[in-house]
C-alpha cells in the first residue's frame, strides 16, 4: 500500500529554515509527480511546490516564490522542501501527495498552480509554526 509520511517540521523564528522531508513507500513510482501543498488555518489548502520523479521539471506556487525549493532523491523514495527566510504568514500544515499519472501544472510566467483532487495520494501533513 502506498504510503506517504512526512517529517522535519517544527517552531521556527521568522528568518529562519526547515528542510521537511517526505518519505514515500509501497508504489512504483517512475512516473508519478510529487506535490507539497500547505494549509493554514481557516483556509484552503494550497499548492506550494512540485516536481516529476526524476527531478528534471519543477514547479512552484506564488508562496513558494524565491524562498522554498523543492527536491528529489529518488533512490531514497524521498522527496524534499527546503523553506528558507520563513515568515510567520508560512505557519500552516504542510502536506506531500502524489499524483500517479503525473500532473498538469497550470502557470503564468513562473507561478504555477497544481489542483488539490488531481492528487491520489496524501500524508499526514507535518506542522511548521513561524514566530516573531
Known amino acids: 500500500q502506498l504510503q506517504l509520511v512526512e517529517s522535519g517540521g517544527g517552531q521556527v523564528q521568522a528568518g529562519g529554515s526547515l528542510r521537511l522531508s517526505c518519505a514515500a513507500s509501497?508504489?512504483?513510482?517512475?512516473?508519478?509527480?510529487m506535490g507539497w501543498f500547505r494549509q493554514a488555518p481557516g483556509k484552503e489548502r494550497e499548492f506550494v511546490a512540485g516536481?516529476?520523479?526524476?527531478?528534471?521539471?519543477?514547479n512552484y506556487g506564488d508562496s513558494a516564490k524565491g524562498r522554498f525549493i523543492v527536491s528529489i532523491d529518488s533512490p531514497k523514495s524521498t522527496v524534499y522542501l527546503h523553506l528558507n527566510t520563513l515568515s510567520t504568514e508560512k505557519t500552516a500544515v504542510y502536506y506531500c501527495a502524489t499524483d500517479e499519472v503525473g500532473t498538469t501544472y497550470y502557470c503564468s510566467g513562473s507561478t504555477c498552480y497544481a489542483v488539490v483532487s488531481q492528487y491520489d495520494y496524501w500524508g499526514k501533513g507535518t506542522q511548521v509554526t513561524v514566530s516573531s
Open positions: 516536481i516529476n520523479w526524476s527531478g528534471s521539471t519543477t
Open positions: 509501497g508504489g512504483t513510482f517512475r512516473n508519478f509527480a
